[in-house]
Nanobody
Framework: QVQLVESGGGLVQAGGSLRLSCVAS????????MGWFRQAPGKEREFVAA??????????YYADSVKGRFTISRDNAKNTVYLQMNTLKPEDTAVYYC????????????????WGQGTQVTVSS
């Protein structure tokens, strides 16, 4: 049974930092690109960051709105993908989801096979 479990969300002041984690189980983690998406109230789910599968060089991709502030990384030994979020802004407030994309690394949610339940990030001004 495939599971993706996100953690690390919370309430933080503008300018602060959080690190999200997503632990995967039930499939071969290293064969999947991993992505983070977010959904704010009343808005569509949007791409945040993605990292390619293990032996493709760990290529990373970011939305323009988070480039230079967020960093995605993965630890294949721990079946975990991380999202380090620095210099947070109120507009980063959303539920953050991680997804798994088989031998690919897409910026569109339709490409992802598996999803976690999400973790809430709230940034106060």
């Amino acid at each position: 049974q495939v599971q993706l479990v996100e953690s690390g969300g919370g309430l933080v002041q503008a300018g602060g930092s959080l690190r999200l984690s997503c632990v995967a189980s039930g499939y071969i983690f290293s064969n999947y690109g991993m992505g983070w998406f977010r959904q704010a109230p009343g808005k569509e789910r949007e791409f945040v960051a993605a990292i390619s599968w293990n032996w493709s060089g760990g290529r990373t991709y970011y939305a323009d709105s988070v480039k230079g502030r967020f960093t995605i990384s993965r630890d294949n030994a721990k079946n975990t993908v991380y999202l380090q979020m620095n210099t947070l802004k109120p507009e980063d407030t959303a539920v953050y989801y991680c997804g798994a994309d088989y031998f690919s690394v897409a910026t569109t949610q339709e490409e992802y096979e598996y999803w976690g339940q999400g973790t809430q990030v709230t940034v106060s001004s």
